[in-house]
């Protein structure tokens, strides 16, 4: 879907330059030439691959703390060779979904940066005349921000590297990613609660969780309790509705998640290769807020789409309506081809009849509009 910033930029590119950048400051110039011209020594990475076996373990893991902390070197670095890239791209693609005036944000906070990864999204996505608070506190980790940052296309923009964020700032976007779930249930509450009250009128936050059933359901309380406390939020990602969500208080165990499809770079490949782990498509849990503004129009198709006999069937959330909706063989038209094509996480049209219907007498009247389309096929 081409966002506000999307027609002139290169993903793909992007993470190209990104893994290089990694590569040239851990491993120096040389490895750099050796890894724009093919894959690095499965000698040299081995140690990292270890390293990310390890804290991929620790973010599976229970809760604890003290384990999710990264305080190692290696870990950090192996942090940066892998998520990074993996990140970068979660939230380049959440950025774009908060179709914010990047030339208007004045002010950001990155809370949890880690080597910098949504500073990075947010400098590729063209932000400029910002002062950008990347807040993390592991020395470890900040002392990576530090290597890499500077060499990320900053010009114009001031980027200041902290233990903990400034006070009485408020900030035009703040963006926490992968961070939330590092604290206790509590804390995720008040962190979220300070986070938003840190927003300038207009501001946008956005929230990054990793795709697991426990952090994701997490979120979907956090979000019902947030916009709940504060009634000046509005959803804008991936709800285009302000109530509680239908779909945490209806299960125990569905969980409100999108998959994007890329173009793994190498390292990222190389990495996969020796891990075991397999990124070929990178899923992810997120919500964006905005303080002020209004809700998206339109449905979110919240769950894989269904063949069977009846028909295509969609899981919608929208509205005032959270259900399935069926499209039988013989309805198929012209005007209801977006129903059909629609693909998990895309926002479409639909006129919903009625809510206590079976879905029978429904069919006919689907006619449906596309509104967003996350991924080309
Ligand atoms: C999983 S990493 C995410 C890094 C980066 N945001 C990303 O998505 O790639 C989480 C980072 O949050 C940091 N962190 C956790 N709790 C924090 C807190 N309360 N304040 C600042 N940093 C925190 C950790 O040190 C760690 O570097």
Redesign the pocket.
């Known amino acids: 879907m081409p966002g506000p910033f999307a027609k002139s930029r290169h993903p793909a590119r992007d993470l190209a330059a990104l893994e290089t950048l990694a590569v040239e400051v851990l491993f120096g110039p040389a490895a750099a030439e050796k890894f724009s011209s093919g894959k690095l020594p499965n000698s040299l990475l081995s140690p990292y691959a270890d390293a990310l076996k390890k804290l991929s373990q620790n973010?599976v893991a229970p809760r604890t703390r003290s384990l999710?902390?990264?305080s190692a070197k290696i870990e950090?670095e192996a942090?940066a060779l892998y998520?990074?890239p993996?990140?970068?791209a979660?939230?380049d693609f959440l950025l774009r979904q908060a179709e914010l005036e990047i030339s208007f944000i004045r002010s950001v906070l990155?809370?949890?940066?880690?080597?910098?990864?949504?500073t990075m999204a947010g400098l590729a996505a063209g932000l400029s005349g910002a002062v950008v608070c990347a807040?993390?506190?592991?020395r470890?980790?900040r002392e990576i921000a530090a290597k890499l940052l500077p060499h990320w296309n900053t010009t114009g923009n001031e980027i200041q590297i902290t233990?903990?964020?400034p006070r009485n700032r408020h900030f035009d976007l703040i963006?926490?990613?992968?961070?939330l779930?590092?604290?206790s249930l509590d804390?995720q509450f008040s962190?979220l609660m300070s986070l938003a009250s840190s927003l300038g009128e207009g501001g946008i936050l956005i929230v990054?969780e990793?795709a697991l059933m426990a952090n994701t359901r997490n979120l979907m309380h956090l979000r019902d309790l947030i916009l709940r406390s504060d009634t000046q939020l509005c959803p804008l990602f991936p709800c285009t509705r302000k109530d509680d969500c239908p779909m945490y208080s209806q299960s125990t165990n569905e969980w409100c998640h999108g998959a994007l499809r890329w173009k793994e770079p190498s390292l990222v490949k190389q990495l996969d290769h020796l891990t075991g782990f397999n990124k070929h498509r990178i899923k992810y849990s997120a919500l964006i807020l905005c303080r002020g503004g209004s809700l998206k129009s339109g449905y979110r198709v919240v769950a894989p789409p269904k063949k069977s006999k009846r028909g295509r069937t969609l899981r919608l959330c929208g509205p005032g309506y959270y259900g399935e909706r069926v499209l039988a063989g013989k309805d198929r038209t012209a005007s209801n081809k977006p129903f059909e094509r629609a693909q998990l996480y895309d926002r479409i049209q639909i006129e919903i009849v009625s809510e206590e219907s079976d879905g029978s007498e429904l069919e006919a009247a689907i006619g449906a509009e596309c509104l967003v389309r996350l991924e080309e096929d």
């Open positions: 973010y999710k902390e990264i950090a942090y998520f990074l993996i990140n970068f979660k939230f990155d809370l949890g940066c880690g080597p910098g990864t949504a807040v993390d506190h592991s470890q980790m233990e903990s964020v963006m926490a990613g992968n961070v779930g590092e604290l804390e962190q990054l990793p």
